[in-house]
């Protein structure tokens, strides 16, 4: 099995996680942030000291991916390679939006829940968002992408299935979707300890990133995908 230091930064939230034989054995979170060029150095310190003390092998370091906070990510992915430079690790890259819906799966969705889809939403100005959809397996039913939100933005997968919104971009958007298989959950954040199914499936199958090249998506890279006449 596998070691896995888990660093979240992707927005006002930093947390850190350590997961080992596919368990949470360690993890720090501030939500006072951002805070992250403070506490993600002092986080990551215990985390190694932890992986140090316990004498189990660091195999790997999986980092939020973004979408998110420009100089969050920044942080973040520049902690990874650190680490991963200085402890012959290998390097995993989580999508901040696929994470999001982890906690959704393990704590809010009944068993019985007729087939929903999940929508993770990050803020951005007026009524614009960064989501995707995904189903109740964590399969991509439509790529991430900066969206403008209207009554129609989500409607024909809505007049299909219920879909959950969650995310720090959810709550406004919720008025103006307005349908009644729409459904909000509040108080979802992307956390380190949530990366651990994703990190570890990722690891068992071998999907490293390279440590020199790996960039995260920053927010800028979605919009400028937006239609012109939009911006």
């Given at each position: 099995m596998s070691c896995i230091l888990h660093i979240e930064t992707s927005t006002?939230?930093?947390?850190?996680?350590?997961?080992?034989?596919?368990?949470?054995?360690?993890?720090?979170?501030?939500?006072s942030g951002p805070n992250h060029a403070e506490q993600l150095g002092v986080y990551v310190d215990e985390a190694l000291s932890f992986i140090d003390q316990s004498l189990i092998p660091l195999d790997a370091v999986a980092v939020s991916a973004g979408p998110g906070s420009y100089t969050g990510l920044r942080i973040g992915v520049s902690m990874a390679k650190g680490i991963c430079y200085g402890r012959d690790a290998k390097l995993i890259s989580i999508p901040t939006l696929e994470l999001m819906c982890v906690p959704v799966l393990l704590r809010e969705l009944a068993a019985e829940e007729p087939e929903p889809?999940?929508?993770?939403?990050l803020d951005a100005r007026r009524m614009e968002v960064y989501a995707g959809l995904w189903s109740r397996a964590l399969k991509p039913v439509r790529e991430i992408g900066a969206?403008?939100?209207?009554?129609?933005?989500?409607?024909?997968?809505?007049?299909?299935?219920?879909?959950?919104?969650?995310?720090?971009?959810?709550?406004?958007c919720m008025e103006t979707i307005n349908h009644p298989n729409?459904?909000?959950?509040?108080?979802?954040?992307p956390l380190a300890k949530y990366m651990?199914?994703?990190?570890?499936?990722?690891?068992?199958?071998?999907?490293?990133e390279d440590v020199a090249y790996f960039t995260p998506s920053y927010l800028k890279d979605y919009v400028a995908k937006l239609p012109k006449k939009l911006l």
């Open positions: 006002n939230v930093c947390s850190v996680a350590v997961s080992h034989d596919g368990t949470v054995i360690f993890e720090k979170e501030d939500f889809l999940l929508c993770p939403m969206d403008i939100v209207t009554a129609e933005t989500y409607k024909e997968y809505l007049d299909k299935q219920p879909v959950y919104f969650f995310g720090n971009g959810a709550a406004k729409a459904h909000l959950i509040e108080d979802i954040s651990m199914p994703l990190a570890e499936r990722r690891f068992n199958d071998g999907k490293f």
